[in-house]
Nanobody, 122 residues
Framework: QVQLVESGGGLVQAGGSLRLSCAVS????????MGWFRQAPGKEREFVAD????????YYADSVKGRFTISREFTKNTVVLQMNSLKSEDTAVYYC???????????????WGQGTQVTVSS
């Protein structure tokens, strides 16, 4: 059983930055591909970014490329999403998730956190 706890959300002005963290416990952290997703009100959940188990490869949605950075902190069993140049359209609940298969398909992400709210005011 894997437990994920997100933190770091909040209210920020457009152009500002936030750093989201996801603490993972319960299973061997280093074996999982990790991802961040978000869901805005009235919209479906969408992919934001993910990172392979090694931490060497990262992938981003086009909408956040160049502004967001995903990384792993192996000693802390944590995955971080650094969000810069935030826009009002980034407002959403952000979720982290684990993919034990490593393939990176959204359907492969099997364990999810409770989410953290990010609100960007324009």
């Amino acid at each position: 059983q894997v437990q994920l706890v997100e933190s770091g959300g909040g209210l920020v002005q457009a152009g500002g930055s936030l750093r989201l963290s996801c603490a993972v416990s319960g299973r061997t952290f280093s074996y999982y591909r990790m991802g961040w997703f978000r869901q805005a009100p009235g919209k479906e959940r969408e992919f934001v970014a993910d990172i392979t188990w090694s931490g060497y490869s990262t992938y981003y949605a086009d909408s956040v490329k160049g502004r967001f950075t995903i990384s792993r902190e192996f000693t802390k069993n944590t995955v971080v999403l650094q969000m810069n140049s935030l826009k009002s359209e980034d407002t959403a609940v952000y979720y982290c998730a684990t993919d034990p298969t490593g393939r990176g398909l959204q359907s492969d992400f099997a364990s999810w956190g409770q989410g953290t709210q990010v609100t960007v005011s324009s």
